[in-house]
């Protein structure tokens, strides 16, 4: 039976499609299921009763069913399916993986014995061209076989070793991110209090060579030169009481790890950064600690430009330091814009483009 609609650019009434829809099923109540899904696979939906060839399936929970070996080898697996199935672009693909499973690591510290901190990790491996994708929980799993010895490089990369085989990829990296407590002395009154850094350890090994890497936030108070001298200017010219502007600030920095020298502790790290820029922010403050601050401060001006470089003066400094980023953020006061700056050493942080919101990430709110 053929059809035509003559005024085809019409919008049907609703009667007319009611009619319609009458003739398909009464067409689709005589045709097979093959015929119907030549049509149109849509067409079952149209059907009155449960759709026909379609089974009845279980809607309750079984939940004592066991996927035995022989079950589980039935299962499909399109993320290591062939290669036909890529899509996009058939290119080699540097790092995939996972971001922020978290579980309770146990680190050595250098004054205090063992810690055991909630730690999030990445891993990621490199994709060939050639290859589908990678079962990300396999990933999870090699970390969890070594999660429960105490950190150390050799540890990460025993992990590192174990996803990278069980995944056949050439390249990986695990990062370790999380807080680290350590108590510091306030300036004058002889308390004392615990102040968290932002620390993150990296491995990454690419082309069979290793590389070790530590990352720090450290936070700290920087006064601005400038305004200190004008402040003083208007004192001294004309009587006029005035305050230099200063901000919270932050500095990340980033090490390579000389393989072969001795332990760089976190302790350490943050040693380095607390004699290059002596106005970390404080923790337990009365009323002579926050006095000797404002000491500290104006002994200490400090553009942002002088943070990086004395960062990285502290850092040339410790023979366990290779190459290294200072990357310096200046939360400013006056300004409605954050003052910035940048330097690295070596070829292991070199890079002409950055993050356009890098310098977000600096921002710590206490």
């Excluded at 502290?314 to 940048?342: T, Y």
Aim: charged share 25%; aromatic share 8%.
């Amino acid at each position: 039976m053929n059809m035509h609609n003559r005024e085809i650019d019409r919008q049907p009434t609703r009667d007319e499609a009611e009619h319609a829809l009458a003739v398909l099923r009464q067409w689709a109540a005589g045709a097979s299921a093959a015929e119907r899904n030549t049509l149109d696979p849509a067409v079952e939906g149209l059907m009155p009763g449960p759709v026909s060839d379609y089974p009845a399936l279980s809607r309750s929970y079984p939940a004592d069913f066991k996927a035995d070996a022989a079950y589980k080898d039935t299962l499909p697996d399109l993320q290591n399916g062939p290669s036909s199935l890529i899509r996009g672009a058939r290119r080699a693909i540097q790092h995939v993986g996972i971001s922020n499973f978290r579980l309770p690591i146990r680190f050595h510290t250098r004054d205090n014995g063992d810690l055991t901190l909630e730690t999030s990790v990445t891993g990621s491996v490199s994709l060939e061209a050639e290859k589908k994708g990678i079962n990300m929980s396999r990933i999870m799993r090699s970390f969890y076989a070594h999660a429960e010895r105490t950190f150390s490089f050799e540890v990460i990369e025993a992990a590192l070793d174990s996803y990278k085989a069980d995944l056949d990829s050439l390249d990986a990296r695990i990062a370790m991110r999380f807080s680290f407590p350590m108590k510091v002395g306030s300036l004058r009154s002889g308390l004392s209090g615990y102040q968290y850094y932002d620390i993150a350890l990296e491995l990454v090994e690419q082309a069979g060579v290793a590389r070790k890497i530590m990352h720090l936030d450290y936070v700290y108070s920087s006064t601005c030169p400038c305004s200190l001298e004008l402040s003083e200017h208007a004192r001294q010219a004309r009587g006029q009481l005035a305050t230099p502007h200063s901000q919270r600030s932050v500095a990340r920095i980033s090490v390579a790890l000389d393989p072969e020298a001795e332990c760089l502790w976190f302790e350490d790290l943050i040693e380095i950064c607390r004699a290059a820029v002596p106005t970390e922010t404080q923790v337990m403050v009365k009323r002579e600690d926050e006095q000797a601050f404002a000491e500290l401060n104006a002994a200490n001006p400090i553009f942002v430009e002088d943070a990086a470089r004395l960062f990285a003066e502290g850092l040339q400094r410790d023979p366990r330091i290779g190459d290294f980023r200072v990357l310096a953020s200046h939360q400013e006061s006056l300004h409605s814009h954050d003052a910035i700056s940048v330097l690295t050493e070596g070829e292991t942080f070199a890079a002409d483009s950055l993050d356009p919101k890098l310098f977000a990430t600096l921002i710590h709110a206490g």
